[in-house]
């Protein structure tokens, strides 16, 4: 009689040493993702996302605050002993502190103290709040299209007469007011100004006798007159019109207007008899 038939039982497929698997259905765990409670390797650094199988690094640490701060006085310190003429050591005797801490100062390794940035600023010669220059600065530039600048009004003048502001910087950046003059009508008393800085006028159309102290000087086009503003100045005679002129004002800092200023910061001086 034949004996008890043999069934045949899942054929095994070598595998990685310890390890075997079926060739037989799925495989308990899917490629791609790693077995459970099971520690996930990746580069080094980098931890397995238990789902994705990405990988993920730690995320970039923020900056520590006054970081910023710190480097600019840093830079300040050393441009500024550099433009004098001081080595870190001259100006670690200046101020009494070790070449070490200044060099840490320099290179923002340490936050010095508000007594420790008088005396830095005494030994530098310069400010205490130069030690701040550069930090949270707005760097503006100002474009202004061709026949785009506001119109400005002044009193004493009529209708012909244009006043086109070409820009004009905000706050401290405010040392340069540009303009185009133009002048239509010949039939006008021109007063004349006084204002701080100094002025730049440049003719670049028509002909015009401009003013200034006891002075008078004939504009042609290409003619540039650079005068002081606080002495009286402005037009006599409009020769050939339209009469168009450039005019730059330079200050020293921030005009401060008053009552007595019209809108260019100009105080007014009332027409010769």
Request: hydrophobic share 35%; net charge neutral.
């Amino acid at each position: 009689m034949p004996g008890p038939k043999v069934v045949p039982g899942p054929k095994v497929v070598p595998g990685p040493k310890g390890a075997s698997r079926s060739s037989e259905g799925p495989s308990p765990h899917p490629a791609g993702r790693p077995v459970a409670g099971a520690a996930a390797s990746g580069p080094a650094g980098a931890n397995l996302d238990p789902v994705a199988g990405h990988s993920t690094r730690p995320e970039a640490p923020e900056p520590e605050p006054g970081a910023e701060l710190g480097g600019i006085i840093g830079w300040r310190v050393r441009a500024r002993a550099r433009e004098i003429g001081l080595s870190s050591s001259d100006l670690a005797r200046r101020v009494g502190l070790s070449k070490g801490m200044i060099s840490k100062i320099e290179n923002a390794q340490v936050s010095p103290s508000l007594a420790t940035m008088a005396r830095l600023a005494r030994a530098l010669e310069i400010p205490v709040t130069s030690l701040f220059q550069g930090l949270d600065e707005e760097c503006d530039a100002l474009f202004t299209k061709s026949g785009t600048g506001p119109e400005l009004s002044r009193p004493g003048t009529r209708t012909g007469h244009h006043y086109q502001l070409l820009g004009a910087m905000r706050g401290p950046a405010k040392r340069m007011e540009p303009m185009v003059v133009t002048l239509k009508s010949e039939h006008e008393v021109f007063p004349l100004y006084q204002h701080p800085g100094t002025e730049l006028l440049y003719m670049l159309e028509g002909e015009m006798d401009y003013g200034y102290g006891g002075a008078s000087y004939h504009m042609t086009p290409g003619d540039a007159l650079q005068l002081d503003g606080q002495v009286a100045h402005g037009p006599l005679h409009l020769g050939v019109l339209p009469v168009r002129f450039l005019s730059v004002t330079a200050y020293g800092q921030p005009p401060h207007s008053d009552a007595a200023r019209d809108n260019r910061g100009h105080a007014r001086v009332p027409p010769r008899a």
